[in-house]
């Protein structure tokens, strides 16, 4: 009997249940919907002022105020409805918290301060409000056009006289770069440019990592939450018309998804995008966003400019409308792409690279990111494999990039640690889908990914790889160390003498079949750091088995 749980809540267990299994989409949801507050659109003259701030480029003074104006009524009793800017205003803001001239290559603090507020008023929109009351779903929209889709027409926003009602043109539009040919959604054909680029940065620009992984965390936070709450606000699990759309396929990871439906390779590109690490070919396919974006200011090219007061009925804006000259900037990452991937993959078998094995795919945050869009898409491909793809065809692309993977890096994804980020049942049908790939072929492995205390003792436990290599037993050791954690964390190990046996036969078959491949590679270093891995997952195994004895 298999346990019924929602894709996006924590396992929860039925008295005598024993299988830990990936959930399917159930009416029962055991996920709070949190209180999100009401929203309406901020009232003509309110849009007009930040309009007017942000057009003129001072950004704090619009961003203090939409801060101000969203806060207010959170204390009364009910909360008020919170004022929300349009979905243009809310783009906009979400390019301030990660363009280049306001972080990496500021001319100033405060320009910086400006992106922090950008970022700090966007989550506040998200933790009050909601995605789906601040429309980001039509605020989120990326076009990849070099100029923004959203904006009609040409000329400056015409005046508006009394009594006369604003068009929805006139709504929309800021004249600001920032807001059209230089805003991130018009700069990026989609989330996947975006993701791929940024990863790519925790590998070759740490700088900039330091900005994206900021901006990148806030974006997959909404659209976690976006899933959520559409899911159980607008009835997850009711009945609905043969062709009438549920909930979920209004989301925005579906939509984003879907951007190039029907194209070749589709799933492929957004799987690459997800394990961008820096390399040559994916270097080359995802690339900057914004033209010197590596970039920083020279230190002295600050130096040399008089600052001047601003001063704005005299058209003097200090450096605010200055654009950024060649001659100021210089290159951070003096290292090729191709020199940057050499070094890693010659350290990735080093001991040192022990000391911080998560450097391949650029630290633990940018890890930490990548399995959390991981878990989201196994969601979506549970939920609704017709709208991306099934399970089976996104384990095969997460199989493709995670086998090749040096041990301890290898490690870093499959680790119970880390796959918390999934639900326990998924959790375990991708590590189960990774071992069937690499353990012998005279394992009896289970028709259905049900993990229970009898599969891991029949068809798991006792067995080798299904090569002699060390790192290939080692990362057969270690999947199946994780799939007893899984079921011992979840559902609880009761030891017996055929658990016992299993383990060290298990032990025995990945240590003799390593052997043979050790002897040929004695000379070198990278057999005795692999069959270190292989070594202490086998004592980690033997530790979880006896903890499990009454």
Known sequence: MAIPAAMSSPLSSQPGSDILSLPILSNEICVALPEYRSSRLLPFELREHCRIYLEETLYGQALKLLISLVATGNTSVPPLSAFVPPPHDLAFVATLAIHPTLTTRARS???????????????????TVGPVNANLYNAFLFTGLGASSRRRGSGRRRTVGDGEAPSGDDLDRIENDLAESEAIWARAGDVWQVIGWAFNCSVLHKKRWTRWSLWLDYMVDVLEKDWEARGIEFGDGEALDEDEDGPREKTMIVRYLNYDEGTAGRERKIVRAIFADGGPKVAGEFTELWRNETKERKKDADQKKIETKIDIEGDNYGDYMEEDKDSDLEDVDPESADDAFQSRLDESNSVASHLDIAKPLGGMDAINLRLRILSLLSTVSAVLPHSFTSLATLYDLYLEHIRPLPL???????????????????ASSLTQYILHSMIASSAPLPIKDDLTQEVLEESYLPFAANTGSIADN??????????????????????????????????????????????????GTGGENEREWLVGSANRIRSVIQMAKP
């Open 109 to 127: 603090e405060g320009r910086v301060e400006e992106a922090n507020l950008a970022l700090r008023y966007l989550r506040l929109v998200l933790r």
């Open 408 to 426: 301890p890096t290898f490690f870093l994804l499959i680790s119970p640690a880390s796959l918390r980020h999934f639900h326990p049942g998924a």
């Open 474 to 523: 080692a990362k057969v050791s270690l999947c199946v160390e994780t799939l007893l954690r899984l079921m011992n964390l979840h559902l609880g190990l009761a030891w017996t003498p055929r658990l016992q046996d299993a383990m060290e036969e298990g032990i025995d078959a990945r240590e003799n079949k390593a052997k043979k491949s050790g002897r040929k590679r004695s000379r």
